[in-house]
């Protein structure tokens, strides 16, 4: 479980990276937040708490 919801925000950190042009005034903001939520995610699956 905890590996499909990794995959799952991966793809969203990689979807939210402003490589478009209308998504150019986004700055890092979304892919920022997604990545602090995956990084916890990440370390709360190796220490087993997830």
Known sequence: MSTIL???????????LPTWPYSSGFGYGPSGILGIILIILIILALTGRL
């Open 6 to 16: 990794i995959i799952i925000l991966v793809l969203l950190v990689i979807g939210a």
